[in-house]
């Protein structure tokens, strides 16, 4: 009987999300369950009192060890013990143990309750590695490639971004890792709770909980642009828009602002993670970043902290903490610590995207906001509710449905502000009136933890250099730390691709005997420095601008990237962002359109599907030969001049056989590179080799104009 005093409805009434989600929460319970009779068995088998009893009842002694031992190992037992034995390093011969089975299944219950209400997570790279591992055949199988992907160094980064899915991991591989904890210990230790949150946050690495990491805070000048857009006046959504001028870089901005009474106080805005970006200051596995949603000494918190003692903020001065996402949570988690609170006056802490339910400031006049969008998936419960407070307003408002990750966008919260609950603006706004007046001083930090080197290094630890662009500064080298790339290349007719290339110029194609070679790349760039999107070009390589030869695009490739003349110049582009493509053509002088596409090009099938093109690329590679790097030079146009642009990549590429791989159009598809692969005749023929490299990072450098 529901509270309102009506029976529930059928379960196909029900929110399936949230009945998945409760049941994937049981099996949970009863996998810590099983682990906890399967500790107490294994210790049983071991006592003392036990194993000295066979000399006296060698009998019943025996019986019972034996009937422990079938229970622990048996085809129908419990597994090995889950926690280290009491006479050290024992192992016990058996299968993998039950309880990491049935919490396998737990995690395909929360998959599966995470995409009945958002399918579009399914095209989320740590999900696909994440489904693709739990879809390995039978429940061993699936263990064997779930533990696999959490010793995998470059599943990571995809995993780290599974927020709605962070707590089954970590259980879940809290289990998989008791077993050789037991044998000898993996470098994991398991991290205290939080007081009003789960029972562990996950395992931390020893050195860090040991040693307290290597966090550090740097002052950083704003640009010219930036400078134009932080807000000179306090207020709710001017601090949201100074955490959107921040949010690309791991950046939090200190302010000094001038109350209605003449009093100054400080502000301290802090940005969550931008979805594809890199960041040096964030966790470098998804254990950490569960640790870092409850620990209050964590890398982010730490480096806040350096920032404030070095901006000079006076003890006992009054402070407001303005975050969104994993900002938020980080400065949610200062304000926790009674020794923050005993330094600073915090008066007030207020969230956008950010889960806040179950936490209680040190200092109880805090005044905590936590604003999230329904359709937001980052801002999961993480705890039992406070229950009501005076000086708490939570607001969590059904917003415009849409895909993630858009939803958790500090953007999409300033538009909702706005326009979807502006009693949320006013009310917020209404609680910082000491806040509300001109801002006297402004500094900018960028937060890092020097306990490990910066994301890519050391092949994408670049000196780099700001160019503006129609979407905002880019830094050039354009960098892109998680990537996957399949070139189709085809033979096709020389004269038909040389009508394709630039009128009045001299850019010719390069022959292979009588033909010309066609290349259709395909790019899924999940993290870059311009933000995750995917990239379909044609591209035909061409000879020497000055001195053409024949076949000199062979005798090219043994050269360095940077000595070649020849290169592959652009005939179209498609990318899914505005960014790239403002990139593409104002930088490297490449006709870019905009077309969403769905990638899948890390396996052995590939598939590449964009929806305004009528573009469909799938099929699975044959067997494969390791190759060279591919690194490239492309060429493209600006007004009368050709761009050269050198393209570095390190990855493992292999070189396949294309037969099984087809590309198919749709007879409505999309001009230009519809129109210019139907005149090269390969709509309707197989590429003769596939390059594939399903993972490897790169990076462009700006485009140099050539006066050709």
């Given at each position: 009987m529901r509270a309102d005093g009506h029976a529930p409805g059928p379960p196909d009434e029900q929110d399936a999300g949230e009945l998945l989600r409760r049941c994937a929460q049981e099996v949970l319970d009863v996998a810590e369950g099983i682990r906890a009779v399967s500790a107490r068995t294994g210790a049983a088998l071991l006592d003392p009192r036990l194993t000295g009893s066979p000399d006296r009842r060698p009998r019943t002694a025996l019986a019972a060890r034996w009937a422990l031992l079938r229970a622990l190992t048996?085809?129908?037992?419990?597994?090995?013990?889950?926690?280290?034995?009491?006479?050290?390093?024992?192992?016990?011969?058996?299968?993998?143990?039950?309880?990491a089975w049935v919490a396998v299944g737990a995690l395909r219950l929360r998959v599966a309750a995470v995409l009945a209400g958002h399918p579009e997570f399914a095209r989320d790279p740590g999900m696909r590695r994440l489904t693709d591992a739990l879809a390995t055949g039978r429940d061993p199988a699936a263990v064997r490639s779930l533990r696999s992907l959490f010793r995998d160094p470059g599943a990571q980064r995809a995993l780290s971004g599974l927020i709605p899915?962070?707590?089954?991991?970590?259980?879940?591989?809290?289990?998989?890792?008791?077993?050789?904890?037991?044998?000898?210990?993996?470098?994991?230790?398991?991290?205290p709770g939080p007081p009003d949150g789960p029972p562990s946050a996950g395992p931390v690495p020893l050195t860090e909980a040991r040693d307290g990491g290597g966090a550090d805070a740097e002052a950083v000048d704003l640009t010219g642009r930036e400078r134009q857009t932080i807000a000179t006046e306090?207020?709710?959504?001017?601090?949201?828009?100074?955490?959107?001028?921040?949010?690309?870089?791991?950046?939090?901005?200190?302010?000094?602002?001038?109350?209605?009474?003449?009093?100054?106080?400080?502000?301290?805005?802090?940005?969550?993670?931008?979805?594809?970006?890199?960041?040096?200051?964030?966790?470098?596995?998804?254990?950490?970043?569960?640790?870092?949603?409850?620990?209050?000494?964590?890398?982010?918190?730490?480096?806040?902290?350096?920032a404030l003692a070095d901006y000079g903020i006076p003890r006992g001065a009054d402070l407001a903490l303005i975050g969104h996402g994993e900002g938020g949570t980080a400065l949610l988690n200062l304000a926790r610590d009674p020794d923050f609170c005993r330094a600073y006056q915090v008066t007030h802490v207020i969230t956008v995207g950010s889960p806040a339910a179950g936490r209680r400031t040190a200092d109880p006049r805090t005044w905590v906001a936590a604003i999230t969008d329904q359709h937001d998936m980052v801002p999961v419960p993480d705890g039992p509710d406070a229950g009501p407070h005076p000086n708490r307003y939570e607001l969590r408002y059904p917003g415009p449905a849409g895909p993630y990750p858009l939803r958790h966008t500090v953007r999409d919260y300033i538009e909702h502000l706005r326009s979807v609950v502006p009693q949320a603006r006013e009310i917020v706004d209404d609680a910082l009136t000491p806040y509300r007046g001109p801002v006297v001083r402004t500094r900018a930090y960028r937060l890092r933890?020097?306990?490990?080197?910066?994301?890519?290094?050391?092949?994408?630890?670049?000196?780099?250099?700001?160019?503006?662009?129609?979407?905002?500064?880019?830094?050039?080298?354009?960098?892109?730390?998680?990537s996957s790339a399949a070139h189709l290349c085809y033979l096709v007719d020389a004269d038909a691709a040389?009508?394709?290339?630039?009128?009045?110029?001299?850019?010719?194609?390069?022959?292979?005997?009588?033909?010309?070679?066609?290349?259709?790349?395909?790019?899924?760039?999940?993290?870059?420095?311009?933000?995750?999107?995917?990239?379909?070009?044609?591209?035909?390589?061409?000879?020497?601008?000055?001195?053409?030869?024949?076949?000199?695009?062979?005798?090219?490739?043994?050269?360095?990237?940077?000595?070649?003349?020849?290169?592959?110049?652009?005939?179209?582009?498609?990318?899914?962002?505005?960014?790239?493509?403002?990139?593409?053509?104002?930088?490297?002088?490449?006709?870019?359109?905009?077309?969403?596409?769905?990638?899948?090009?890390?396996?052995h099938h590939i598939r590449f599907a964009t929806m305004e093109i009528g573009l469909v690329v799938a099929g699975r590679l044959g067997p494969?030969?390791?190759?060279?790097?591919?690194?490239?030079?492309?060429?493209?146009?600006?007004?009368?001049?050709?761009?050269?642009?050198?393209?570095?990549?390190?990855?493992?590429?292999?070189?396949?056989?294309?037969?099984?791989?087809?590309?198919?159009?749709?007879?409505?598809?999309?001009?230009?590179?519809?129109?210019?692969?139907?005149?090269?005749?390969?709509?309707?023929?197989?590429?003769?080799?596939?390059?594939?490299?399903?993972r490897f990072t790169a990076h462009r450098s700006a485009g140099a104009v050539l006066p050709r």
């Open positions: 048996g085809g129908q037992g419990l597994g090995r013990p889950a926690v280290p034995l009491p006479k050290g390093p024992a192992r016990l011969p058996g299968r993998p143990g039950l309880p899915l962070m707590a089954e991991l970590t259980a879940v591989r809290r289990l998989l890792e008791e077993d050789a904890r037991a044998g000898g210990g993996t470098g994991w230790a398991l991290a306090g207020s709710f959504l001017g601090f949201l828009r100074n955490i959107r001028a921040l949010s690309t870089d791991g950046r939090i901005l200190v302010q000094n602002v001038r109350g209605p009474d003449g009093v100054v106080r400080y502000v301290v805005q802090a940005p969550g993670t931008s979805p594809g970006r890199p960041r040096d200051d964030g966790p470098r596995d998804f254990a950490d970043a569960w640790h870092d949603l409850f620990a209050a000494d964590s890398p982010h918190t730490r480096s806040i902290r350096l933890d020097r306990a490990h080197p910066p994301e890519g290094h050391p092949f994408l630890t670049l000196p780099t250099a700001s160019v503006p662009t129609a979407t905002g500064p880019v830094d050039v080298p354009v960098r892109y730390y998680d040389h009508g394709l290339l630039p009128a009045g110029t001299r850019t010719v194609p390069s022959r292979l005997g009588g033909r010309a070679l066609a290349v259709l790349s395909l790019y899924e760039h999940r993290c870059s420095t311009i933000g995750p999107y995917t990239e379909v070009a044609l591209t035909l390589p061409v000879a020497d601008l000055w001195r053409p030869r024949p076949y000199d695009i062979a005798a090219d490739l043994l050269r360095r990237a940077d000595l070649r003349r020849t290169g592959r110049h652009v005939l179209s582009l498609a990318v899914s962002s505005e960014e790239a493509r403002s990139v593409a053509r104002e930088i490297w002088g490449q006709p870019a359109t905009l077309s969403s596409a769905v990638a899948d090009l890390m396996g494969g030969v390791r190759c060279p790097e591919a690194d490239w030079v492309l060429y493209g146009r600006r007004d009368e001049s050709t761009v050269r642009t050198l393209v570095r990549a390190h990855g493992a590429p292999r070189l396949h056989a294309g037969a099984r791989v087809r590309l198919r159009l749709d007879t409505a598809a999309a001009e230009p590179m519809a129109g210019q692969l139907r005149r090269l005749g390969i709509d309707a023929a197989r590429p003769l080799l596939v390059l594939h490299n399903p």
